[in-house]
């Protein structure tokens, strides 16, 4: 992932999700939201690829005893995402059975209602994509971000951002390609508890990784996501 990130420990970030197709290869990162659900990028969902969903992976090279696959049965696409124009760069992938909760896979929150998700602007984001020395790293990395001002971003990127986007960067790190469809995340007081909160997904970067990089803002499709959600726990395919 992130040129720049660092390692830290198996269990710290239990809702990582490693997407890959039918050859084993790896796709991009997503989140677990809920028990059936993995939240990811629109640009990650493909009719053309099978995807299948490792949880508890923290390493590329080993399958560890504490990860668990999981089939995708359904892969629903924001309708408004346009792949010219990088918007609306949202997607839910449904998953065979329910996850079985442990020390190693949990899912990190989304908050529901819209009107009272606190404001932050810094922010978590790990994944495995390509550092420094190869294309995919061998573990789990992390990258902190600061969101940076939007007309600053659209200086530099020379696009301007839309709807439920924000731009953030590192100075030393930035994620990458393979990053896409990772989540964002911030401890944050919900209801008197302090929870990893997803704020945003890896939309889209730069040239060479490095630079601001463009996010899905979470909160902007939380009605999308629980209507989407609804309607895929009961359709059958």
């Known amino acids: 992932m992130d040129i720049g990130g660092l390692d ?7 809702w990582m999700a490693y997407l890959y197709d039918h050859e084993n ?5 997503g989140s677990l939201i809920h028990k059936r659900f993995v939240l ?7 009719s053309f690829v099978d995807l299948s969903v490792r949880l508890g992976k923290h390493y590329t090279a ?4 504490s990860s ?14 346009s792949k010219a124009e990088h ?7 449904r998953l065979d059975r329910e996850v079985v ?3 190693y896979i949990r899912p990190v929150c989304v908050i529901k209602n819209r009107r009272r998700v606190p404001h932050v602007n810094t922010y978590t984001t790990t994944g495995w994509d390509r550092t420094e020395n190869s294309r995919i790293s061998s573990v789990l990395k992390v990258v902190q971000l600061t969101e940076v001002d939007p007309n600053a971003c659209t200086e530099y990127s020379r696009r301007r951002l839309n709807f439920g986007q924000f731009c953030a960067s590192n100075s030393t790190g930035d994620t990458c390609s393979g990053d896409s469809g990772g989540p964002l995340v911030q401890i944050v007081n919900v209801d008197g508890t302090w929870r990893y909160v997803q704020f945003g997904i890896v939309s889209y970067g730069m040239q060479r990784c490095m630079g601001p990089g463009v996010y899905v803002r979470v909160h902007s499709y939380v009605d999308w996501i629980l209507d989407k959600m609804q309607f895929a726990l009961t359709y059958k395919n």
């Open 62 to 65: 080993s399958r560890a005893e």
């Open 87 to 93: 918007v609306h760069d949202i997607g839910l992938l």
């Open 68 to 81: 668990t696959v999981y089939n995708v049965t359904l892969a629903i696409r924001n309708r408004l995402y």
């Open 40 to 46: 990811t990028a629109a640009h990650c969902i493909s």
């Open 101 to 103: 909760f442990n020390a």
């Open 25 to 29: 290869e790896f796709v991009c990162d």
């Open 8 to 14: 830290f420990r198996h269990e710290a970030y239990p």
